[in-house]
Nanobody, 127 residues
Framework: QVVLVESGGGSVQSGGSLRLSCVASIVGSTTYYLAWFRQAPGKEREGIAAVANDGRAMYADSVKGRFTISQEDTDNPHEQELVLQMSSLKPDDTAVYYC?????????????????WGQGTQVTVSS
């Protein structure tokens, strides 16, 4: 069982920065890996950043060099915090951002492999 709760987001001008956080509560023996997806108005949901099975950070080309994904343990052994630090934001980054969890056997940033989703948080970038 995985519960994902996002926070952060909001409105910012082009060139600005925002920080998204996702607290993941994972109970059970299955190993899950976390990622960030986003869905812009009228577009499909897409994976933009993920933690690979070996701990490496992976990024979509659209955000590479501007976004940084990181994962930290918390005081609760059943919780992890996933952070997406976004900089040099553009109006095209406007979307609802989702935290997602996939099992270890699944490919990262592939929509159909995600088993758990957060509630989403809105990011709006104005020009």
């Amino acid at each position: 069982q995985v519960v994902l709760v996002e926070s952060g987001g909001g409105s910012v001008q082009s060139g600005g920065s925002l920080r998204l956080s996702c607290v993941a509560s994972i109970v059970g023996s299955t190993t899950y890996y976390l990622a960030w997806f986003r869905q812009a108005p009228g577009k499909e949901r897409e994976g933009i950043a993920a933690v690979a099975n070996d701990g490496r950070a992976m990024y979509a080309d659209s955000v590479k060099g501007r976004f940084t994904i990181s994962q930290e343990d918390t005081d609760n052994p059943h919780e992890q915090e996933l952070v997406l630090q976004m900089s040099s934001l553009k109006p095209d980054d406007t979307a609802v951002y989702y935290c997602a969890a996939r099992p270890a056997w699944a490919l990262p940033m592939v929509l159909t492999y995600v088993q758990y989703w957060g509630q989403g948080t809105q990011v709006t970038v104005s020009s």
